[in-house]
C-alpha cells in the first residue's frame, strides 16, 4: 500500500523557519521524482519544489533562495527546509512522487501558518 505522510506543520512567525518531512513506503521511493505542492483556499495547487531521482532540486521563484528540497533515500523520506517565512507562505503543504512511468501518488498535506 502507497503511503505519503507530512508532518512538519504548524504555526510560525513571520521570518521563521520550519521543515517539512514526507515518509513514504510501498513505492521505489529511489526512482521517483518528489515534489512539495501548496494550495491555498480557492486557488490552484502550485508547485513549491521539485528534486530528481539524480537529486537535481528545481524551485518556484516565489520561494527561490528561501526553501531547500531534499530526499534521503534510505530513509524513503523528502524534506523542504522553509526559511524566512512570510504570511504569504501560508497554505496546506502537499507531498507528491511522481514515477516516470506516469503513476502520481500525492500525501494529504500538512498546514503551514505563518503569522505573529
Known amino acids: 500500500q502507497v503511503q505519503l505522510v507530512e508532518s512538519g506543520g504548524g504555526l510560525v512567525q513571520p521570518g521563521g523557519s520550519l521543515r517539512l518531512s514526507c515518509a513514504a513506503s510501498?513505492?521505489?521511493?529511489?526512482?521517483?521524482?518528489l515534489n512539495w505542492y501548496r494550495q491555498a483556499p480557492g486557488k490552484e495547487r502550485e508547485s513549491v519544489a521539485s528534486?530528481?531521482?539524480?537529486?537535481?532540486?528545481t524551485y518556484a521563484g516565489t520561494v527561490k533562495g528561501r526553501f531547500t528540497i531534499s530526499r534521503a533515500n534510505r530513509e524513503n523520506t523528502v524534506y523542504l527546509q522553509m526559511n524566512s517565512l512570510k504570511p504569504e507562505d501560508t497554505v496546506v503543504y502537499y507531498c507528491n512522487a511522481h514515477g516516470s512511468d506516469g503513476m502520481d501518488f500525492w500525501g494529504k498535506g500538512t498546514l503551514v501558518t505563518v503569522s505573529s
Open positions: 510501498g513505492f521505489s521511493f529511489w526512482s521517483y521524482a
Open positions: 528534486i530528481t531521482p539524480g537529486n537535481r532540486p
